[in-house]
């Protein structure tokens, strides 16, 4: 699945100029490479041995949903403030129970969007 996700988004990123929030079949990779970033199944870089290893496929996907997604005002930015971004919070209709099975604290002012991975016992 992998690969054909990988290949998929190298092909969407060669036609990127024609990709737009329109783009289904676009939204469909991109979406599912965002979640195994959420996730933690992947990485956009990762250590092995004493260097830094970009995984250009999954910054592709990133960079390609920023052309999926228009700008939208949501609720929740830091410290309560509206955010107006193409990147929803990755805590968007979280309530306690999501926060107490996910591991994890959020303190007053922290950011994360969706797509970012954290690890339990994290203090963010």
Request: glycine content about 10%; hydrophobic content about 50%; cysteine-free.
């Amino acid at each position: 699945m992998t690969a054909q996700l990988e290949a998929a988004i190298e092909a969407a990123w060669e036609n990127r100029a024609d990709v737009t929030p329109a783009s289904a079949d676009v939204r469909e990779v991109v979406d599912a490479a965002l979640a195994m970033l959420d996730s933690g199944q992947a990485r956009v870089a990762e250590k092995q041995g004493d260097a830094w290893v970009v995984n250009q496929w999954l910054k592709k996907a990133v960079l390609l949903s920023f052309r999926l997604n228009d700008n939208v005002v949501a609720d929740g930015g830091s410290a309560g403030a509206p955010a107006f971004d193409k990147v929803p919070s990755k805590f968007a209709g979280w309530g306690e129970n999501r926060f107490r099975e996910a591991g994890f604290r959020v303190v007053p002012g922290a950011v994360a969007r969706q797509g970012s991975f954290i690890g339990k016992g994290v203090v963010l």
